[in-house]
């Protein structure tokens, strides 16, 4: 078990440390619940989202050394700056929001390098991943197992795996129009005046 451990958590932390089209980490949490029985599933789910909650905050810092710091100019540092008083005026809506997104099975990669351009603590974000994903990763593994039983996986995954890959380049593709767009986003208008507005002038 420790053997398994090791490795998964060195897999999963590289998964979450890349920008893009990397695997989501839940599909393999689902793959191990299908193939290997009796798994102690508790531990796994822990040290899957240790290893996550780390490879994203790896990504959020690096995004601010290297996409905050050398290509942002001023005037749009200060925009993405303004969401860091809206999330900490409404801490507990943050909280709930963060935690949602991260039981949910949709890409992190966009929070954490958008969150990574603001000057916010990274435990603010970290802490509701950590939760969301330890019990997300304990639900898929034990859920794989479970159909892994009763369903012949093996049919039912080449029939639906198309389909998930098309969604899963999809999303990914929609990496840097997002970012983009988040970095364009006129922030102040969004908490101040609840209305959306995009910044007016050059980058």
């Known amino acids: 078990m420790a053997k398994i451990s090791a490795i998964l958590f060195f897999v999963v932390f ?36 240790i ?3 780390s490879g994203r905050i790896a990504l959020a810092k690096l995004s601010r050394a290297l996409v905050r710091q050398r290509l942002l100019s001023a005037e749009t540092q200060r925009n993405v700056d303004t969401i860091k008083l809206g999330i900490q005026s409404r801490p507990v809506v943050a909280f709930g929001t963060f935690l949602g997104f991260a039981l949910s099975p949709l890409p992190s990669n966009y929070l954490f390098i958008a969150y990574g351009l603001t000057t916010l603590p990274i435990a603010l974000l970290a802490i509701p991943f950590f939760v969301g994903r330890l019990v997300s990763y304990a639900f898929w593994i034990t859920t794989a197992s479970t159909v892994g039983d009763w369903l012949d996986v093996d049919m039912d995954w080449f029939q639906s795996a198309p389909y998930f890959i098309g969604y899963y380049l999809v999303s990914q593709l929609l990496l840097v129009p997002a970012i983009y767009g988040f970095t364009r986003l006129d922030w102040r208008a969004v908490f101040a005046e609840g209305r959306f507005k995009w910044l007016e002038g050059p980058k």
């Open 14 to 49: 590289v998964l979450n440390v890349l920008p893009a089209f990397a695997p989501p980490t839940w599909t393999t949490m689902s793959f191990i619940g299908f193939a290997i029985p009796n798994v102690d599933f508790a531990l796994l789910a822990v040290v899957a989202a």
């Open 51 to 53: 290893a996550a909650t």
